[in-house]
C-alpha cells in the first residue's frame, strides 16, 4: 500500500517561492508516475504537475509554466513541487497523487492528505 505524505505548504506573499515536498512509502516509488494537484472548496481537482517514473516526461498546467518546476529523487522517495512567483489565484490545497503507468495524464490511484498553500496579495 502506497502512502503519500506532503510538506512545506504555508502562508506567502505574492511574487514568493515554496518549496512541497511529498515522502513515499509503502510501494515501490521508482516505478511511479507522480502528480501534483490542487484543489479550491467547491472547485474541481486540477493536475498541476506531473513527472513520469523515467523523468523522460513532465506535465504543466498552462497557468503554472515557467513559475513551477517538478522534480524527483528516486533515492529518497521523494517528489518536489518549486513554486517561484506566486499569486493569489494559486491558494488551494496542494496533493501528492501516483500512478503506477509511465504516462502522466490518468486516473491517480494514490493520494496524499494535502498541504494547504495560501498566497496573499
Known amino acids: 500500500q502506497v502512502q503519500l505524505v506532503e510538506s512545506g505548504g504555508g502562508l506567502v506573499q505574492a511574487g514568493g517561492s515554496l518549496r512541497l515536498s511529498c515522502a513515499g512509502s509503502g510501494g515501490t516509488f521508482s516505478i511511479a508516475t507522480m502528480g501534483w494537484f490542487r484543489q479550491f472548496p467547491g472547485k474541481e481537482r486540477e493536475l498541476v504537475a506531473a513527472i513520469s517514473r523515467s523523468r523522460g516526461t513532465t506535465y504543466y498546467a498552462d497557468s503554472v509554466k515557467g513559475r513551477f518546476t517538478i522534480s524527483r529523487d528516486n533515492a529518497k522517495n521523494t517528489v518536489f513541487l518549486q513554486m517561484n512567483s506566486l499569486q493569489p489565484e494559486d491558494t488551494d490545497v496542494y496533493y501528492c497523487?501516483?500512478?503506477?503507468?509511465?504516462?502522466?495524464?490518468?486516473?491517480?490511484?494514490?493520494w496524499g492528505q494535502g498541504t494547504q498553500v495560501t498566497v496573499s496579495s
Open positions: 497523487a501516483a500512478r503506477y503507468s509511465d504516462l502522466v495524464l490518468g486516473p491517480y490511484g494514490y
